[in-house]
């Protein structure tokens, strides 16, 4: 493995930047600034490659910017009604950083610190962190543990461990933001889309809290059940989609079984002929359309916009700790929180 530095962070803190390679032409760049995923570079149907991943070339785009690009997070992914949670009787008060809410944890998130290297291969790294009770403002103080790996049939593999000392919130996820037809190429709006969901959770308004309703996607701008562009139904006349500048929504997978490793979505960019399967074992799937993505500079002197990528984080349902129509995303004490997401890549030609 190859690697180099990815500058200095504001608390003078060395960062790294690490290299993943295959043996079928597919490499994937890490930084241990937020565990988080620089680039993710595969073969296209033209004979050459394209990086479709959106991200930064060094730790400051990634301390100055707010929108999480490529990082892990937790200890909960999403939102958190109010900034409050109970467990086991006891209130907790978080961060409250997105309209009264709790997102990804808050502004001092896992994506915000430097994590230690355990171990890493040719393909593959792991990451580790130490998380004490009340950081953040859960309970317990936590052992996190992420790997990623790089198969050579060009699969972006991502698995999470962690464990803690009191009952508290687990609920990971990554924050990489796709664009199949190369990260400087522009709006993800042309790039199909299939979710493997029959409902999704509405939102209450635009603080985007679910109302506990699951609901069915049928007849809706949500019915990606069959493959669609982006865009086809990004300006529809919904409330959802008001709601959500776009789409930001939370799709219940149609799971074969509870718990089962199974295939989320598709994805398929018509240029370049890569096609992404996201697979996962979590219940539910946030689709984000890139809403929020303000005018800025990226990578090797790109620039990005509004809707230049796409997010699909695997994950417990948003405010699913607070509402009890959902799977709570709670471990016991002791108990070893395991989780798997993966994005394989290949080429329709």
């Not at 809410?101 to 502004?107: D, V």
């Not at 199974?262 to 002929?273: K, N, R, S, W």
Request: glycine share 10%.
């Amino acid at each position: 493995m190859y690697k180099e530095s990815f500058g200095t962070s504001k608390r003078g803190e060395a960062v790294s930047v690490y290299l993943l390679e295959n043996k079928n032409g597919a490499s994937v760049r890490v930084t241990d600034y937020g565990a988080a995923l620089v680039s993710i570079i595969v073969p296209d149907k033209n004979g050459g490659t394209q990086d479709v991943l959106l991200g930064y070339d060094n730790v400051t785009g990634y301390e100055n910017n707010t929108c999480y690009f490529g990082a892990v997070i937790g200890r909960n992914g999403n939102r958190i009604a109010n900034a409050q949670l109970t467990i086991d009787g006891v209130a907790y008060s978080l961060d409250s950083n997105d309209n009264e809410n709790n997102l990804h944890s808050g502004e001092k998130g896992m994506d915000t610190i430097v994590w230690n290297v355990k171990e890493y291969t040719d393909n593959a790294i792991t990451f580790t962190c130490k998380s004490a009770d009340l950081e953040q403002g859960f309970p317990g103080n936590m052992d996190v543990q992420v790997t990623y790996v790089l198969t050579d049939e060009h699969a972006v593999e991502i698995h999470y461990e962690a464990v803690s000392d009191k009952d508290t919130v687990a609920n990971f996820t990554n924050h990489a933001y796709f664009n199949l037809e190369g990260h400087a190429s522009g709006n993800v709006l042309g790039q199909e889309l299939m979710l493997r969901a029959s409902h999704y959770t509405p939102v209450i308004d635009s603080k985007a809290i679910p109302t506990g309703e699951i609901a069915p996607v049928a007849g809706t701008p949500m019915d990606f059940t069959t493959a669609k562009t982006i865009g086809r139904d990004m300006e529809a006349d919904d409330t959802q989609i008001k709601y959500g500048g776009g789409f930001d929504h939370n799709f219940v997978l149609d799971k074969e079984e509870k718990g089962a490793f199974e295939l989320m979505a598709e994805a398929y960019a018509p240029g370049t002929g890569i096609v992404m399967e996201a697979y996962t074992d979590r219940p539910g799937v946030q689709f984000y359309s890139g809403n929020f993505i303000t005018t800025q500079d990226g990578k090797q002197g790109a620039v990005y916009g509004k809707r230049q990528g796409f997010c699909l984080e695997s994950q417990f349902f948003p405010n699913s700790v607070n509402e009890p129509k959902f799977e709570a995303p709670i471990i016991k004490a002791g108990e070893v929180y395991r989780s798997k997401t993966s994005y394989q890549f290949r080429v329709k030609k």
